[in-house]
């Protein structure tokens, strides 16, 4: 029985890591809300010819009093990033190129994806290369860039990522900032809030509220197919425990059944001697009972010990279940009762027996 019960408790806890660790993990790839600036375009078509959107004006999100905002609404707790981005178009090496500021804290929290030859820019003069663009103007490592009549220093290149992060030069936004003149500025801000029952509706009401002149979009499939994800860990190892305590069940109660058999002439002789049907279903019980202490107590040890070599097995760094005397006391309980209600209907049948027929059998 106790094999029973180290492997429910390890199951559980490893789950719950892993469950925990995939969430920490899933919560850097890629944003969940984006909030851009309203702007008004027009349409143009002539004919059957259509001459693609046209914007009235470029509009800017004021950086500083909008991330304010942000970090003191309501669900603030569950928000994990805000990465605003400030877009320019300048010419490098004579070819123009599109040139990203970004906090490079904050994005590659999000960014976690991403591979870099080199080094991530650490100084106000230091960029990062997409590797479409280190191609095209045949940038290494190390290699000086005339970026708006001032030299940058190549600290990074980007590994192919198969999208338009490929052909883009990353710099720190208040750099971009100042030589755009710009102060304060951003094009857009990307929000990462993933967590387990995250309220992204609710928390893009609540933006709403708060920044009402901006247009919020919330990613909502990505979001879906990351809980998703992590669901499906939680699910399968509840279903797993499950069959695994009914199979205990199954086992405990087989174990009583075989007690009573291979003891029918002792029961039949402690009925003669004035033992009630009442006392002989306590006397199983007990056992029953005996059975789910030990089971508990053994398998919990015994579990710390399992879950920290899987973990250990799964790369999971920085966990260690030690003792925990309130976690024990309850797998403890848990396995009494459920060892009590195995052996309740074996210990009915004990005591039924009728000492007459087991005496006759002597």
Same mark, same amino acid.
């Not at 997409?130 to 600290?155: A, I, P, Q, R, W």
């Not at 990307?190 to 009402?212: H, W």
């Given at each position: 029985?106790?094999? +029973? ?14 469950? !925990? ?12 809300? =984006? ?21 009235? *004006? ?6 500083? #009093? ?19 981005? /400030?877009?320019?178009?300048?010419? $490098? ?33 230091? $960029? ?29 290149? /980007? ?17 971009? !900032? !100042? ?19 995250? #309220?992204? *509706? ?17 990613? !909502?499939? =990505? ?33 009583? +059944? ?10 039949? $002789? ?22 789910? +202490? ?28 030690? +003792?925990?005397? /309130? ?27 009728? #000492?007459?027929?087991? =005496?006759?059998? /002597?």
């Amino acid at each position: 029985m106790f094999i +029973f019960s180290v492997g429910v408790v390890s199951l559980y806890k490893v789950s719950k890591v892993v469950s !925990q660790t995939l969430e920490e993990k899933l919560n850097k790839f890629g944003a969940d809300i =984006i909030i851009n600036p309203k702007s008004e375009s027009l349409t143009i078509n002539y004919g059957s010819v259509n001459l693609g959107n046209i914007l009235y *004006d470029i509009k800017y999100l004021e950086l500083p #009093p909008l991330i304010d905002k942000i970090r003191n609404i309501k669900y603030k707790n569950n928000i994990s990033v805000i990465a605003p981005k /400030l877009v320019v178009v300048k010419e $490098i090496n004579g070819k123009k190129i599109g040139v990203v500021g970004v906090n490079f804290a904050e994005e590659l929290k999000i960014k976690n994806y991403w591979n870099i030859n080199g080094t991530v820019p650490h100084n106000k003069d230091e $960029i990062l290369v997409g590797s479409e663009t280190s191609m095209n103007l045949k940038l290494k490592t190390g290699d000086e860039v005339n970026l708006h009549g001032k030299l940058f220093k190549v600290s990074g290149i /980007l590994e192919k990522v198969g999208s338009e992060e490929d052909y883009l030069v990353f710099i720190d936004i208040l750099t971009l !900032q !100042q030589m755009t003149a710009l102060i304060n500025k951003g094009n857009f801000i990307e929000i990462s809030a993933l967590c387990s029952g995250c #309220p992204i *509706d609710e928390i893009v009401a609540e933006l709403e509220k708060v920044i009402p002149d901006v247009k919020i979009n919330a990613l !909502q499939k =990505i979001v879906k197919q990351r809980m998703s994800a992590i669901h499906f860990v939680q699910h399968l190892s509840y279903m797993v425990s499950g069959v695994i305590l009914i199979t205990s069940c199954f086992m405990i109660a087989l174990f009583i +059944f075989n007690s009573v058999n291979e003891r029918k002439k002792e029961i039949g $002789i402690l009925r003669s001697m004035g033992y009630s049907s009442g006392d002989i279903f306590i006397i199983f019980s007990f056992e029953g009972v005996l059975i789910g +202490f030990l089971s508990g107590l053994v398998g919990y040890l015994l579990s710390l010990m399992v879950s920290n070599s899987v973990l250990k097995y799964l790369h999971v760094e920085n966990i260690n279940f030690s +003792f925990n005397l /309130l976690e024990m006391l309850f797998v403890v309980i848990a396995m009494v009762l459920l060892s009590l209600i195995s052996a309740s209907y074996p210990s009915y049948k004990a005591s039924t027996i009728e #000492p007459a027929d087991t =005496i006759v059998s /002597l």
